[in-house]
């Protein structure tokens, strides 16, 4: 029996019968058509999730009335708002289906003024302006267009489509189907008194600002009859001010279980909101479990968390405690779709985890598709989810043990390769080792790395310097150069004074390197001679000492903000100093929310278009935009630049010799954690 029995454990969730309690909610991929249809990579997608081992996977906001509501969320969003969508959806329910699960689709009557994907005729963008809906003309957070206000007959026509889409659903041989109520999109703004200001049947009153959801829900209800499920998933709170509050979400939430809801999803947030939908890795694990044992002491359907609780023992333990019902795991299984099979085999180390770095979601919000920064087969699976033997075993030799390397090495061996990986420091990890100061996933992925290799027929050379010398003498038939980047140093005055650190001084120090400058240097070197965890160096930075209160970032791109949010979350008050105009070019959108927060809150502040001069004892000498010298006051400083490409020349040195050559990750060019895993994926996976 899985020592996670309860999450092992069948439910029901109306008439449906559940073979456990973990299950995919929808989650936006820009997998299907241009016209919203269903695509194969789109099906391959969820078959494989289906195949993980949960017992109902959600299908991604599909649009239900984009008649009135005509600007997509996506670029490419799956539709049902006509029968002709029905063949396509239904070989995407048989697919799931096929896959061991259930199949399950999230319906959203429309973005509302969130909406900014263009028309939904191809062609037309930039051409054809169409005006975002919304009840009553409140823009969106961070938008500056007014959306138009919808019509009485027109919120009618929503209501009408929605019960028809949910045909087309049922139709199609769909299980169960979601209404979309959350993220700020067309429900929850009339749902909420901060977007909603009508005077009508629609606003006004919480009963009035009720009735565009429990019409739909009616209509819905309608049309696949009394015993097909319906759930709703809904924001508890949006976290505006005035706005939805927890209050009206248990009102709510009595008043769907009285008109027949199957089950209650909560979210919470609206995008734009300091509280995000969707919590990056520096929000706590279960998030949301106070919201969802606050709805469960008010109904007696069933109740579906979610909000970071891809730990199964964290997810059990809600269970357990009657905090909910059934567990949504998004992000997790994307990471690693069969995270329910191995947490039911106890096979917990064997899961993949999730950095709740959000790059998924970022790839999706740059107009992209779904990308992965720890599973590069994600959204792949036509090419990549397979790794199957080679048809000719090769040696291989690859130069560098972090995320590239090791995973070149990962999945060379599962092909059934000679693997040999080399080193030059004591333990393998090479970025990861700093990426985990911010973020304690990245150390949990590191671990993972190691762990894998372990079990495979991998040779590991630890403090091994490669050279052409030693390749000639290894006669490797490939060689994979993975040596990471190099450090980007500021060329100014006072770099090696006692009150500055950097991000190179770090990993020399957790790979046994000695540092001889610095407070926290010499407080760490003793430490050295044993390893410095990443641990440690938490513990140092979060700490009175050596690190004080004031805290001055040279680098204001994605490491020098994703060190501020972190020292602003230990009690620092932090200022980011940046060359250029923009800071955090490379910030995933909820991430740089919780960074604005701590700027709100004077916690963070940000300098752009600023001139290092010179470092002294009191801080940094900056020269502003407009020429003046400015004293940023600290007590310490910290270089957080990027990495440049490697400067080594052993890739074209071993090129000229002949040998067959690959270069990847931070030794190519500057990557981030999923451009070095993805290539050394491919790389060892195309060999």
């Not at 009508?198 to 565009?212: A, I, L, P, V």
């Not at 505006?240 to 999803?265: C, F, T, Y």
């Not at 606050?294 to 007696?300: D, L, N, R, S, T």
């Amino acid at each position: 029996m899985s020592v996670f029995s309860k999450l092992c454990e069948p439910g029901n969730i109306g008439t449906l019968r559940l073979k456990n309690r973990i299950a995919m909610p929808a989650m936006g991929t820009r997998l299907c058509g241009v016209w919203g249809e269903v695509t194969d990579a789109l099906t391959r997608w969820y078959r494989r999730r289906a195949q993980g081992g949960c017992s109902l996977v959600m299908v991604e906001a599909t649009l239900a009335a984009t008649a009135i509501d005509n600007l997509r969320l996506q670029t490419r969003q799956l539709r049902a708002d006509d029968t002709c969508y029905i063949p396509g959806l239904a070989v995407l329910a048989e697919a799931i289906h096929e896959g061991g699960a259930l199949a399950g689709m999230q319906l959203s009557a429309g973005g509302g003024a969130q909406a900014k994907a263009g028309p939904w005729t191809p062609g037309f963008q930039g051409v054809q302006e169409i005006q975002p809906v919304s009840p009553s003309g409140v823009p969106a957070i961070g938008r500056s267009d007014r959306p138009r206000v919808l019509t009485t007959e027109e919120i009618e026509t929503i209501v009408e489509l929605c019960g028809n889409a949910a045909w087309n659903v049922k139709q199609a041989s769909f299980d169960i189907v979601e209404i979309h109520a959350f993220g700020g999109y067309l429900i929850t703004q009339f749902l909420s008194p901060y977007f909603n200001k009508r005077t009508d049947r629609y606003g006004g009153s919480f009963e009035n600002r009720c009735r565009f959801l429990m019409e739909i829900l009616a209509a819905m209800r309608e049309a696949v009859g009394p015993n097909f499920p319906l759930i709703v998933k809904y924001s508890i709170e949006d976290q505006l001010p005035g706005g939805w509050d927890i209050d009206q979400s248990r009102a709510l939430a009595e008043k769907l279980e009285a008109a027949g809801v199957n089950a209650i999803v909560v979210s919470s947030g609206v995008h734009g909101a300091k509280m995000p939908a969707v919590p990056p890795y520096f929000y706590p694990r279960g998030i949301f479990l106070p919201y969802a044992e606050a709805i469960k002491k008010v109904v007696g359907i069933p109740v579906i968390a979610e909000g970071r609780l891809d730990d199964p023992s964290l997810a059990e333990k809600a269970l357990t405690e009657g905090k909910a019902d059934f567990i949504y795991q998004g992000r997790a299984l994307i990471a690693d779709p069969d995270w329910p099979k191995k947490g039911a085999s106890g096979r917990i180390e064997d899961i993949r985890p999730c950095l709740a770095c959000n790059e998924c979601r970022q790839s999706v919000h740059d107009l992209r598709v779904l990308r992965c920064s720890v599973n590069a087969a994600a959204a792949r699976e036509g090419e990549y989810d397979a790794i199957r033997p080679a048809e000719v075993k090769r040696k291989v030799m690859i130069v560098g043990g972090g995320p590239a390397g090791i995973e070149a090495a990962r999945v060379a061996a599962l092909r059934g390769h000679e693997v040999i990986l080399c080193e030059k420091n004591r333990q393998l990890g090479g970025i990861m080792l700093l990426g985990g100061i911010h973020n304690e996933e990245i150390t949990a992925f590191a671990k993972w790395m190691v762990a894998q290799i372990k079990k495979l027929p991998v040779e590991v050379r630890l403090q091994t310097e490669v050279t052409p010398a030693l390749v000639g003498s290894i006669r490797p038939d490939v060689v994979i150069v993975a040596t990471g980047g190099t450090f980007v140093a500021p060329e100014v005055p006072g770099t090696e004074r006692p009150n500055v650190f950097s991000a190179q001084d770090l990993l020399k120090l957790m790979n046994g390197v000695p540092v001889k400058k610095g407070i926290l240097m010499s407080s760490l070197l003793p430490l050295a001679k044993r390893a410095v965890t990443v641990a440690t160096v938490r513990r140092f930075l979060g700490s009175n000492f050596p690190i004080k209160k004031r805290v001055a970032v040279i680098g204001g791109q994605f490491p020098g903000c994703s060190l501020a949010l972190f020292l602003a979350h230990k009690g620092k008050e932090v200022t980011v100093l940046e060359e250029s105009d923009h800071f955090g070019k490379d910030m995933e959108a909820h991430t740089m929310v919780g960074l604005m927060a701590e700027v709100e809150a004077g916690k963070v502040k940000i300098l752009t278009s600023t001139k290092i001069e010179k470092i002294i004892d009191k801080g940094v000498v900056v020269i502003d935009e407009s020429g003046n010298k400015i004293l940023c006051e600290a007590d310490s400083v910290i270089v957080a630049l990027e990495l440049a490409a490697s400067d080594s020349n052993l890739a074209e040195q071993l090129q000229n010799s002949g040998k067959e050559v690959y270069t990847i990750g931070d030794a190519k060019s500057f990557r981030r954690m999923m451009k070095a895993v993805s290539e050394g994926y491919v790389t060892g996976h195309n060999l």
